[in-house]
C-alpha cells in the first residue's frame, strides 16, 4: 500500500489513542513491524499557540518514522496554521479527526461531529491539503450520526475530492461509540465509492480478524487500536499470516514479560519514574489479559509502589505462569470487558478517544 512516496506493503496502521501512544509504546509496536504507527491526537488550536503539552504529545524521533499525527479542530484556518507548523516536523501522514464521538468534543462540533456537515469537512481538508507542504492528509471518518443517517460514501467522496490520500473508515456511527460491533459491510462500500486507499478500523482483536475484515471488503490495510493494547504482537503475527498463511499465535508468558519490561524501561526514560508507574500498571495488566492468574495480578499490581517493585511482580507472576497447566477460564469474560472497557483502567472520556 502506497500512501504519497511511502510504501508500508502490507503492514498495519497503529491508532492515535489518548494517553497510550506515546513514544514508549509507538517503538514497541515499531520494534513489532507496525508499518506506521501514530502519536497521539493533538489540539489544532493547541498547535498553533504552542501549548506545551500539545507539542510534548505529537513529538517523536527520526528513528520512529513512518509516523502519523493526528489533528483535532473545526476552524479551516486554524488547522491550515497547525498543519503548517506540523509539517515542519515531517511526519509522513497528517489526519484529520472526524471520529471521537465522546461528548465533550461533539459539544464544541469537532470530532464525529464534523460528519454531519459534508461542506465544513471539504473546505478543511482542503485547507490541511494547503498547508501541509505535500506530506499526504488523511481523515479518519465514521459511518455517520447513526444508523439513520449513514453518509460516510458522501464524505469519503468529499475527502477524495478536496486532496485527501488516504481514508481511515471505523465502521460504527457516533451513535455506537465502541458499545455495538463494527458494521464492515460498509468497509467494502467505501472502498468501491472513492479511489484513494481505504484502511478498516474497528473490531479487530486478533490477525485473523485482520485478514477477514481486509479479504471480505478490499481495504487496503487495517488501522489497530483496542486490539494492540497489551498485544503489540498483533503487527508482527499479521505480517507471518500474510507472508505464510500461519498465525504463530500468542507468545509465549517469557516473551511477553520481556516486551513490557523494555516497555517499562521505555515509560520510565520518557516520563520518569512516578507518571510512569501508573502507566506501567495499566499496560501490565493489559499485557497478561490472556495469561492465567490475572485476577491475582490485578490484585497486586494495585499496591506497588515502586517500578522496580512491578518488575519483581512481572517476573515473578511469569515464572507463575509457566510452571501452571491451567488455562485462563475467566478469558472470554476478560475480553469481553475488555472490548467494552479496555479492561478495567481508562475513563470513559479516554476510552472515547480510542479508535
Known amino acids: 500500500m502506497k500512501v504519497g512516496n511511502l510504501d508500508i506493503g502490507k503492514k498495519l496502521f497503529l491508532a492515535p489513542m489518548a494517553e497510550i501512544t506515546d513514544s514508549s509504546f509507538r517503538k514497541i509496536c515499531k520494534e513489532q513491524q507496525a508499518g506506521i504507527t501514530f502519536t497521539q491526537m493533538v489540539s489544532a488550536d493547541g498547535v498553533v499557540n504552542n501549548n506545551f503539552e500539545t507539542l510534548r504529545h505529537f513529538s517523536f524521533s527520526r528513528s520512529e518514522k513512518p509516523i502519523g499525527v493526528q489533528i483535532l479542530g473545526n476552524h479551516p484556518e486554524t488547522l491550515f496554521e497547525a498543519v503548517k507548523e506540523i509539517s515542519k516536523m515531517k511526519p509522513d501522514l497528517i489526519d484529520l479527526n472526524c471520529g471521537c464521538p465522546v461528548d465533550k468534543v461533539c459539544s464544541k462540533k469537532m470530532g464525529a461531529a464534523l460528519l454531519d456537515d459534508p461542506k465544513t469537512l471539504s473546505n478543511l481538508v482542503r485547507k490541511m491539503v494547503d498547508g501541509s507542504n505535500g506530506i499526504p492528509i488523511s481523515v479518519k471518518l465514521r459511518l455517520g450520526k447513526d444508523k439513520s443517517t449513514i453518509n460516510v460514501l458522501e464524505n469519503a467522496k468529499v475527502v477524495e475530492d478536496n486532496g485527501g490520500a488516504l481514508i481511515f473508515v471505523h465502521a460504527r456511527t457516533r451513535a455506537d461509540k465502541y458499545d455495538m460491533n463494527a458494521d464492515w459491510s460498509w468497509l467494502k462500500k467505501v472502498k468501491e465509492a472513492v479511489n484513494i486507499p481505504v484502511v478498516g478500523n474497528g473490531s479487530m482483536f486478533t490477525p485473523h480478524d485482520v485478514k477477514e475484515m481486509i479479504d471480505s471488503t478490499g481495504c487496503d490495510s487495517a488501522m489497530i487500536a483496542r486490539g494492540a493494547l497489551g498485544n503489540p504482537f498483533i503487527f508482527s503475527r499479521f505480517n507471518v499470516l500474510m507472508e505464510n498463511g500461519i498465525d504463530p499465535g500468542e507468545p509465549d508468558a517469557f516473551v511477553v514479560r520481556d516486551t513490557l519490561l523494555k516497555h517499562i524501561k521505555n515509560l520510565e526514560e ?75 483502567w481508562l475513563a470513559d472520556q479516554n476510552i472515547s478517544s480510542l479508535g
Do not use: P
Open 270 to 344: 520518557e516520563f520518569g519514574e512516578l507518571l510512569a508507574l501508573d502507566k506501567a500498571k495499566k499496560h501490565s495488566i493489559w499485557y497478561f489479559k490472556n495469561y492465567t492468574g490475572i485476577n491475582s495480578l490485578l490484585e497486586k499490581v494495585f499496591s506497588v509502589k515502586k517500578l522496580d517493585t512491578l518488575c519483581r511482580l512481572i517476573i515473578d507472576h511469569t515464572e507463575k505462569i509457566m510452571r501452571s497447566s491451567k488455562e485462563i477460564h475467566i478469558k472470554e469474560e476478560i475480553h469481553k470487558k475488555f472490548q467494552k472497557k479496555v479492561l478495567f
